[in-house]
């Protein structure tokens, strides 16, 4: 099981963000379930997710996959996905890996939320 935080942020454009701070290893054992989660999320509540990844001191090719996923959910809804305070040891993962080039990945959750939503910035 993983522990999955959740808070809801309303922009000043009114937008819904929804952050989802997960905890503990994000791997092939709790992977799935934090997939289900971003897509209850993404389909329900809001096109626009924000992933803390600071409690996150494990990730593995299942945990990178399911924020594939998550992301290619919220592209199809023009929605937004970002993923912020990535802990030390889940960086270098997303640096081998060259994931760190595809997403949208910020220090803070609050440049995170400043950067949403990229498709009202016009």
Known sequence: ?????????????DDTVIILTPEGRLDITTAWQFRLKLQECISKLSHHVIVNLGQVNFIDSSGLTSLVAGMRDADKAKGSFRICNVHPEAKLVFEVTM???????????????EGVPRSMAS
Request: charged share 30%.
């Open 99 to 113: 994931m760190d080039t595809v997403f949208e990945i910020f220090e803070t959750e609050e440049e995170a939320l």
């Open 1 to 13: 099981m993983i522990q999955i935080e959740q808070t809801t942020y309303t922009t000043q454009d």
